[in-house]
């Protein structure tokens, strides 16, 4: 469904298992990054009513998300740390094409955001499915389906609002990109890493 070329390594899980703390607090800070990412998309394309009105909704789940992580955090008695880079979408956020009309940048934008949100929900299937919390395995279940619909949400919007941009061959550029970097990743205990 989500057309990722490689799987995360379920022995991923192990890494997150041996921090959990660094786990949530990246998480957090994913989902924080995630609303932002939305409201930069409103922000810059306002005049798109049926965009603005979902992305503002997405931009409150992941608000929301953000809390959720906060809470679990709390009532782990862990700590939220500071802010971590994410390299992972440090890369993809180069690989996205800077030139062109304010619509070429509107797609690009968009399937950079569907291919964080492809990544995240295939990263929490993978938390959901081999986590030993009970907790944890639900929350991330709940999450995978949630970030799946953005997932279809950005893909979709991209697709409705081209105007030159062929977005079918442009999203498999996406994935090719994808699949060069992701072996660097899914080796620490953060969401993308």
Same mark, same amino acid.
């Given at each position: 469904? *989500?057309?990722?070329?490689?799987?995360?390594?379920?022995? @991923?899980?192990?890494?997150?298992?041996? %921090?959990?703390? &660094?786990? *949530? /607090?990246?998480?957090?800070?994913?989902?924080?990054?995630?609303?932002?990412?939305?409201?930069?998309?409103?922000?810059?394309?306002? =005049?798109?009513?049926?965009?603005?009105?979902?992305? $503002?909704?997405?931009?409150?789940?992941?608000?929301?998300? $953000?809390? *959720?992580?906060?809470?679990?955090?709390?009532?782990?008695?862990?700590?939220?740390?500071?802010?971590?880079?994410?390299?992972?979408?440090?890369?993809?956020?180069?690989?996205?094409?800077?030139?062109? #009309?304010?619509?070429?940048?509107?797609?690009?934008?968009? *399937? !950079?955001?569907?291919?964080? =949100?492809?990544? #995240?929900?295939?990263?929490?299937?993978?938390?959901? &499915? %081999? +986590?030993?919390?009970?907790?944890?395995?639900? !929350?991330?279940?709940?999450?995978?389906?949630? &970030?799946?619909?953005?997932?279809? /949400? !950005?893909?979709?919007?991209?697709?409705?609002? /081209?105007?030159? +941009?062929?977005?079918?061959?442009? @999203?498999?550029?996406? +994935?090719? !990109? &994808?699949? #060069?970097?992701?072996?660097?990743?899914?080796? %620490? =205990?953060?969401?993308?890493?």
């Amino acid at each position: 469904m *989500l057309g990722l070329k490689l799987a995360t390594d379920p022995r @991923w899980v192990n890494i997150v298992e041996s %921090n959990i703390e &660094e786990i *949530l /607090t990246d998480h957090a800070w994913c989902e924080q990054k995630a609303a932002t990412n939305a409201i930069t998309i409103i922000t810059y394309n306002s =005049e798109l009513e049926d965009l603005v009105t979902e992305l $503002l909704v997405i931009a409150k789940e992941e608000l929301d998300h $953000l809390q *959720l992580v906060h809470n679990i955090i709390k009532q782990k008695g862990l700590v939220l740390g500071r802010e971590r880079k994410d390299h992972y979408v440090n890369e993809l956020f180069k690989f996205m094409k800077k030139d062109g #009309s304010r619509n070429d940048a509107l797609i690009d934008r968009l *399937l !950079f955001s569907a291919m964080i =949100e492809a990544r #995240s929900c295939e990263r929490f299937k993978i938390l959901s &499915e %081999n +986590i030993k919390d009970s907790e944890l395995a639900a !929350f991330y279940r709940e999450l995978m389906i949630s &970030e799946a619909g953005h997932y279809t /949400t !950005f893909l979709g919007f991209a697709r409705k609002y /081209t105007e030159k +941009i062929d977005v079918d061959k442009r @999203w498999k550029e996406w +994935i090719e !990109f &994808e699949t #060069s970097i992701i072996t660097n990743y899914g080796k %620490n =205990e953060t969401i993308h890493g």
